[in-house]
C-alpha cells in the first residue's frame, strides 16, 4: 500500500470555546480527488486550511506527505514549528480561494511569478517562460499585462490557479473556488479543475457542485458539525447515502 | 463634429451640425445653467479686481520682495527647511512604519510599548519636545553607552556637543513625526484585505517578505494621501525650530525684518518659496499616488475618450 497524500487521525480545531472540529479521520490517496461536502458550518473550509497550516491544529495528527503539518515530533512531544519551517512545509500544497485572493496591485504575469522568484529564488527568465504555459493552459495566455481587477471572476480563478500550480505543488487545494462567480462563469474555472484532475493532480475540493464532484471525485466526503458523517466513492454517498443526515442534506441540495 | 466652446459663459446656443455617416444618431443640446454662469462671472471680477489691487498698492512693497526673493540668506533658509522637512519626514516615516507594525503585534508588551510612544508624542505639544530636545543637556550632560541600572559605560560626549540646535531640531521633529506616521500606516496596514495574508501564506511567504511584497504596496494606496498632508504640514511646521535659533526660511525673513522693518514684504518672500516648495512636493504625491494606484483605479489605465456630444 502506497502512503497516502494527506492523512487526517482525530484532527480537532477550536474557535474560542467553539469546537469546529471534532476529530476528523480521513485519507487522501495520491493522485486522487477527494470533494468535501456539506453544509456551512460543518467545517469543511477550516479542515482545508489546517492542511495548509493557515489554522492550527488543536489536537490530533495530521500528515500532509507523510510530514507531520505544523508540528515537529520529538521525544513524544509534538513542538510547534517556526513560522519559516511552517511557510517552507506549506509549499507542498498550492491553495485556491473563494474569493481569488489574487493580489491586486500585481499584473497578472507578476501574480504567477511572485512566489517562484521570491520564495522559492528561481530565476525570472525560466520562471515567466513556464507561467507563460501555465497561463495558456488555464486559456488566459494573452492577459498577462492585465491587472486582476480588469477580469471577470472566472479569468481572476483561473489565473489565482494558475498562480498556486507555479509552485509546483503536490497537492492542490480549492476552498469552494466557484462560490464566488456568477453562474455563466462557473464552467470554465470547473474546467480547468477537471484538466487538472485528468493530469493526474492530488485535489482536495470543498464544493457544492454535486454535478462536479459526481463526475471528478474518486472520494466524497460528507461533514457535519465537525465530524465526517459518510465517506466513499461519489455513487455511493451521492448515489445512495446511508445516513438520515446525508440525505436531508443531499435532498435540499438536489 | 464641430469642436464647441467650453467656457459656459457664452451665451450661445450650440448648434450641433448632425454627422452624416451615423443617420441615427440624436442631436443632444447639453442643458445650461445661467445661475451658475452668473455666479462664475462674478467671482472671476472678484479675483481679478482684488489681484489687481495687490499688484497696484505700493504699501507691499513688490520691488522689495523681487530684490530679496534670491537673496543668499533666504536661499539658505529654504535649503534649511528643505532639509529638515525631508530628513525629519524620511526618519518619521522608517520609525512610524515599524511603530505601526509593533502596534499591531500579537504581543501584548510589544503592541502596548509602541502605544505608549504614540500616546506621549502625540499628546504632548511639539514646540515643548523641541525645546524639551534642546535642553536635554541639562537632564543629561553627559551621553554614554553602558548597561542600565548603573552598570559599566562608555561616554560618548557632552550633550551640549553631541545635540547641537540642528541636531535636537530632527530630533524633535522625527520622533513627533514617526507617532502621526504610526497611526496613518497602521490604517493602511488594517485596509488591506485578510485574504491577502492567506494568499501570501499559501505561497510560502512569511514575515517580513510578506508585509513587503504584499501588505505594504497594497497599504501604501491608503498611507499616501495623509502622508503628504503630513510632509506639507512639516514643511511649515519646522519654521517652529525658529525658537531654537536655527536659520530657516522663516527665521531668515524674520531676521531681515528686524532690520531693515520691511515685514510684510519678507513674510510674502517666505510664503512664496513655502508656496513653490509645497506645490513641486504636490506633484510628487500625485505621482506616487499614481504609481501605488495601479491596478486598483482601473479607469485609470484605460485612454479616455473624447466626451460624445450626441448619444446614439
Redesign the interface.
Known sequence: MTTAMVEAKGVRKSFGSTEILKGIDLRVERGSVTCLIGPSGSGKTTFL?CI?H?EKVDAGRLYVDENLVGYAERNGKLYEMQ??Q???S??N???V?Q?F???????VMENVV??PI???GRPRKDVTAEAQVLLDRVGLGDRGDA????LSGGQQQRI?IA??LA?KPKLMLFDEPTSALDPELVGEVLDVMKSLAEAGMTMVVVTHELAFAKQVADQVIFMDQGVVVESGPPQDVLGNPQHERTKAFLSKVL | MQQQSTIPTSGQTPTPTPTPDSSESIPVVPLRHPIRTAIAVVLILVAISAAWDVAANKRYHWDVVISFLFSPQIMTGAGLTLVLTVVSMTVGIALGTVLAIMRLSANPIVSTISRGYIWFFRGTPLLVQLIFWYNIAALYPVIALGLPFGGPSIVIGSANVLISPLGAALLGLSLNEAAYMAEIIRGGIGSVDKGQYDAARALGMNGGKLMRRVILPQAMRVVLPPTGNQVISMLKGTSLVSVLAISDLLYSAQIIYSNNYQTIPLLIVASLWYLLMTTVLSFFQNKLERRYGRGFDVSTRRTRKPKARTAS
Open positions: 486550511r495548509n493557515l513560522e519559516r511552517t511557510a517552507r506549506r509549499l500544497a498550492g491553495m480561494f474569493r485572493n489574487l493580489f491586486p496591485h500585481m499584473t511572485e512566489a521570491h520564495v522559492l491587472y486582476p481587477q480588469e489565482a498562480r498556486a509552485m
